[in-house]
Structure formats: structure tokens, C-alpha cells
């Protein structure tokens, strides 16, 4: 069953979106917490932090966290950071580093403090020298995997490494000697001394440092020991003052862990453990952050894991990060789907700890709300067939004004040049029509947007029997200001001036995978991307259209919604990428 999240505060999410003011009115359990925190005078500023680790590019997932997170700052007067969460030099790349900073700001965030945990290694490692003097880390000579057969299961408990009762100077030496760079990758570890037995299994002294040579993107080859994620993620929140530490439902398990870290260092009585920070001028005050968990977004028909949007890419199954059918926000953006209509699909789902997959068609919905007010009209013909207007002289031309919004008069109108030889769609023409087809078809009439009625008087077919032009006689009577022209028909058709119109390509996108949980299919990713989730038609568009700025998104009638591509449009080659067709055509005929 795919979750559909309830619908009936669109009116609120409507002026939510537009106008922060009114996000006040947002309910959900964590900004309970924080109302509760505010009043008892828990707080005096709210502080969150946006922690990504800079192993891939954002995707739709993470942006979940980012409107939290960001909006939940904004919203109670309090501040949010970006935080590069970047203890594993192994996975990282400058690369994603410099993507997540514009990604976040293209959503329409600003951050507080651009920080990264490897800012604060030196203070991590001062507080694991703390801990080693404390009794409570001690420095274990087992390998992985001997280390593995130790730690018991959920129901067996584990069993303590032969050096764990190490003293105090052998721990600081060996510790010492780790960072000095005088033992291989994976020899020793740093493990916090806590409960072998404990029910929790990340309490079971979990690592805390580990041995890896590798030079790291922002430190260089300063260190060869490397911080553990719960380590350096609480002790991160703890100095940056972060009050409330949001993350993830698969960290509920680490949170006693997160506690025991920010609990034993204590950063906040300790200002002698930020003096290496005071010389880089970061100058927070420490506080004792809450770690709260919240549901993953998860997205019926594609994936929200690094680990496999990377696959898509390296295997080529799509054509780079930004991929238009990627949930990646790069590919989101080079769709043409504008920033506000993620936050307002992410507001609309709601924060809750119940994990649900939302269906697409919601996301779609929220696309289509913010485009369906911004977005110009415009004609566009993706597969184009001549209409000759027989009783129109060779020649003759026309300047018709159409409006570029139907509801909002503000946006003015535009000019369209027509004539007697026009491009419409070859669907809107049926030799022998199926029943209900309100278009045009031998001997049959269809409006003709703007212009007036047309009958079809003649199809001209080529010799293999396909449909080359249609010849059409429009009725002067129906014409715009004529005493017909409110004559009724059943249908409506857009159409452009072949010498006027401008040869197009577009790119028309569907859902990535055709099946709607591919995380659950044993398959590999190869066999389930769907193979109409890319089709290219070249067209044609009005020459407004040609002149798009790259980015400028505009609705074509009847066709849908669609961008001037980032990277390939030009006014004289234009390239358009479809963002969403009018309706859900899923389940059903597909859209065209
Ligand atoms: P992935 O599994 O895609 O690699 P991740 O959780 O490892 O994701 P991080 O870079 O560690 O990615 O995530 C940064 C923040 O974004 C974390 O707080 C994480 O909980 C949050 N986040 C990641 N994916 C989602 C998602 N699908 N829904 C909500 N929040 C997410
Ligand atoms: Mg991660």
C-alpha cells in the first residue's frame, strides 16, 4: 500500500510557502518539542544544523531534512547550520562538496555557519585523550572481524576485548603513536570503554577512531586517524551549540551512544578542549544537544540512496548526476522543477516517525500546483502535421492576441503570428476517428484556439497511406468578434504558423523505474529503469518560446509544463525538457 498523506491543509501550505509567517502554524511533533523546550525556557535561541556527508549529491530525501531543519530555524527566530559531515576521507569528493553548498542555497536557504566536522578534529581528538585518561576508551588491537566475533548478538551478549583493562599510559602512548602514523590501516582501533553486555549493541564498546592513510579533501594529509561517526557527530552538535540534533529514524539505536559521547566529554564545562577552535576564530558556545529521529522520505518508482543513485550513474543508466529523471535536486532542477514546489511537497507530507512510501503522483501534485500559477502559456506541436486553411489566400497573415495566464490577467497577453498553412498535432487527426474523439477527423469541426472553427475537408495521405496534410476551410463566421464565434464545438486545439514556428527539440520524462518499490526488486537496478522514462520528439515552438531564457519554465497547451533545458538551450536551437504532463497520467493511457 503506498501512503497518501492528507490533503486538506492546502490552503495553509499554500500561504506556508509563500510567506514564512504563517509557517508558525505548522504542527508536527518535533515543533512541539521545540515550543515546549521554548516555553519552559529550556532555550534561549533554537539551533539546528544541516549535516551532510559530501559522498553524492543531494537527492529529494535530503531536502527533507534540509526544510526542517532550515525551516524550523527560520521559524522560531533561531539559527541553522551547514555542516559537512566529512570523518571519512575514503568516500568524499570536493566534488559533491561544492554541489551540496548550491544545492541548499537553490532551495532557498541561507546558512547561519558553514562548518565542517573536520574543523574539529583536533577538539575530538583532545576529548578522546580525555577519555583515555578518564578510564573510559582505550586503544584494541583486534581486527574487524575478531573484534565482530566478540560483540554477541541481540540475544547473546558480547565479551570483552583482551585490551580493555590496557592502562592509562599505554592507551595515551599507543593512542599517540596511532596519530603519529606509526601503525597500518586497520591495526588498532580507539573504542570507547561502555558495556559489553549491554542490551543496546552500539553501546557494546563501539570504535571511536580508526587507523586509514589517506589524505582528506579539507585536512590534507594532517591526520591518519579518523573520527567515528556518532563520536564526531554529537561532539560536533555539542560545539556548535546545536539545540536540537535531528536526524533519521535508523539512528534511534545510536542515540544512547550520541548521549554517552556529548555526556562523558562534557564540551560545555570544558572551554579548554575548544582552544584549538578559538584560533580558527570559531567562537560558539557548547551546549548539550537532543537528538531527535524522524521518518526517511521515501518515494514510490525511484531510489533515495547515494550508494544507488551512484550506480545509476556509473553504470550509465542515466546521463550524470543531473539526469532530469534523477530525485537528485541537480536533476530536479535541469527537470525544470522549481524550488518551491519541493518545499511545498515536503511541508505537505508532514514529519512523523512512521516510515511510509509517498506515491509520486503527490510530489507530481505539488509540481503542478506552483507551475499552474507561475507559468506562461504557450503553444508547442511535438509531432507536427500540416493544416492548410484552404479558404485563406498564399500569404495571407494574421497577428492573433492570446493571453499568457487564463487567471491571471496581470501577466498580460502575447502575440501570435498565423497563417494559412499551420502546424497542429498529428494526434488531433483521425482518418476514422474512435468514438468520443472531439478533434479533427474527415468532415468533422474542432476549434481552432484563438483563430476560430475549422472543418476538415480533405486529408491528403502519402503513398504508404499515412496522413501528409490536411486541408481545413475556417469558418469566418466563428472568427474572434464575429457573430459566430461563441458557436459551440466539442473541441479545442492549439496549432502554429509553419513560417513563423521554430523547429524544437523536446525531451518528454517519465518516472525512472516502472515499478513503484524498486528497493524491494531482486532484479538489478539495469532491468527495472523504464524504458519510456526518456522519449525525444523534435517539434516545433512560437518564437517566445525560442527566446526563453535557459531555466524559464513555461506551460505548453495541453501538453504540459516545461523548462528551457540549463545546459542545451539556445534561441536557435531550443531545447525543452518536459517537467510534468497536465494530469497523472500514470496507471491509466500514458500522457502523450
Ligand atoms: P543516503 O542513504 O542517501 O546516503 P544518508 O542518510 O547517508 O543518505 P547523509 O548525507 O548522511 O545521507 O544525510 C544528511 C542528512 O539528511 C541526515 O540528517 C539524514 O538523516 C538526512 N536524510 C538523508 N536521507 C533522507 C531521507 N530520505 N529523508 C529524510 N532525511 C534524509
Ligand atoms: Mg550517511
Not at 577512531?209 to 591526520?223: E, Q, S, V
Not at 555526556?263 to 537528538?291: A, F, S, T, Y
Not at 524522524?294 to 543531473?322: C, I, M, Y
Not at 534523477?326 to 516510515?355: D, M, Y
Request: hydrophobic share 35%; charged share 30%; proline share 7%.
Amino acid at each position: 500500500m503506498l501512503a497518501q498523506p492528507a490533503l486538506d491543509r492546502n490552503a495553509l501550505f499554500r500561504l506556508g510557502y509563500t510567506s514564512p509567517a504563517m509557517s508558525l502554524a505548522r504542527q508536527d511533533f518535533i515543533r512541539d518539542i521545540i515550543r515546549a523546550d521554548l516555553a519552559a525556557g529550556r532555550h534561549s535561541q533554537i539551533r539546528t544544523r544541516f549535516p551532510p556527508e559530501p559522498n553524492g549529491y543531494l537527492h529529494i530525501g535530503h531536502a527533507k531534512s534540509i526544510c526542517l531543519n532550515f525551516g524550523i530555524a527560520e521559524e522560531f527566530g533561531g539559527t541553522c547550520n551547514l555542516r559537512y559531515d566529512d570523518t571519512n576521507p575514503a568516500k568524499e569528493e570536493r566534488e559533491y562538496i561544492e554541489a551540496i553548498r548550491e544545492d541548499v542555497a537553490w532551495l532557498g536557504f541561507r546558512w547561519h555557519a558553514l562548518r565542517h566536522a573536520s574543523d574539529y578534529f583536533e577538539v575530538f581528538y583532545r576529548a578522546a585523550e580525555l577519555l583515555i585518561r578518564e578510564g573510559k576508551a582505550y586503544v584494541c588491537d583486534l581486527s574487524q572481524e575478531e573484534m565482530r566475533a566478540l560483540r554477541g548478538t541481540l540475544t547473546e551478549p558480547g565479551r570483552d576485548s583482551p585490551y580493555r583493562e590496557r592502562s592509562t599510559a599505554e592507551n595515551l602512548e599507543l593512542f599517540r603513536r596511532m596519530r603519529a602514523g606509526e601503525f597500518p590501516d586497520g591495526s588498532r582501533t580507539l573504542r570507547a570503554r561502555i558495556d559489553m553486555r549491554s542490551g543496546n549493541l552500539n553501546l557494546r564498546d563501539p570504535a571511536l577512531y580508526r587507523i586509514k592513510h589517506l589524505p582528506h579533501p579539507h585536512t590534507g594529509d594532517a591526520w591518519c586517524i579518523y573520527p567515528m561517526y556518532d563520536f564526531a557527530h554529537a561532539l560536533s552538535d555539542a560545539i556548535e551549540g546545536i539545540t536540537h540534533s535531528l536526524c533519521t529514524l535508523e539512528f534511534e539505536d545510536h542515540r544512547p551512544l550520541y548521549d554517552w559521547c556529548v555526556d562523558n566529554v562534557r564540551l560545555h564545562e570544558r572551554p579548554e578542549l575548544l582552544e584549538p577552535l578559538r584560533e580558527k576564530g570559531i567562537l560558539d558556545r557548547p551546549g548539550r544537544p537532543r537528538q531527535i529521529e524522524f521518518s526517511r522520505l521515501e518515494l514510490s518508482h525511484t531510489v533515495l540512496s547515494k550508494r544507488k543513485l551512484l550506480a545509476l550513474v556509473r553504470e550509465g543508466l542515466v546521463e550524470g548526476w543531473d539526469d532530469p529523471r534523477l530525485p537528485t535536486l541537480r536533476g530536479l532542477r535541469r527537470r525544470g522543477v522549481p524550488p518551491q514546489a519541493i518545499r511545498l511537497f515536503v511541508e505537505r507530507i508532514g514529519i512523523s516517525k512512521q516510515n511510509s512510501r509517498i506515491d509520486f503522483s503527490v510530489f507530481e501534485g505539488a509540481v503542478r500546483e506552483v507551475l499552474d500559477e507561475e507559468a506562461k502559456r504557450r503553444f508547442a506541436v511535438l509531432k507536427p502535421l500540416r493544416l492548410i486553411l484552404d479558404n485563406w489566400p498564399e500569404g495571407h497573415e494574421e497577428l492573433i492576441r492570446l493571453p499568457n495566464h487564463p487567471k491571471n490577467p496581470a501577466y498580460g497577453e502575447r502575440t501570435l503570428a498565423a497563417g494559412r498553412e499551420l502546424w497542429i498535432e498529428s494526434e488531433d487527426f483521425a482518418l476514422s476517428p474512435p468514438k468520443g474523439f472531439h478533434r479533427l477527423s474527415p468532415g468533422a469541426e474542432v476549434r481552432l484556439r484563438g483563430l476560430g472553427i475549422v472543418r476538415c475537408i480533405e486529408a491528403r495521405l502519402n503513398p504508404s497511406g499515412g496522413v501528409e496534410a490536411v486541408k481545413g476551410w475556417l469558418d469566418p463566421d466563428s472568427r474572434p468578434g464575429h457573430p459566430g464565434a461563441e458557436r459551440k464545438v466539442k473541441g479545442t486545439i492549439h496549432w502554429l504558423s509553419t513560417t513563423h514556428a521554430v523547429p524544437a527539440r523536446f525531451r518528454l520524462y517519465d518516472r525512472l523505474f516502472a515499478v513503484p518499490n524498486p528497493d524491494a526488486e531482486e532484479r538489478p537496478l539495469a532491468e527495472l529503469v523504464s524504458p519510456r522514462s526518456l522519449e525525444t520528439r523534435e517539434g516545433f515552438v512560437e518564437p517566445l518560446l525560442a527566446a526563453a531564457e535557459p531555466e524559464e519554465r513555461f506551460q505548453c497547451e495541453r501538453l504540459g509544463y516545461f523548462v528551457a533545458d540549463r545546459e542545451l538551450h539556445r534561441p536557435d536551437a531550443p531545447v525543452f525538457n518536459r517537467i510534468v504532463a497536465l494530469r497523472d497520467a500514470w496507471g491509466g493511457a500514458h500522457g502523450r
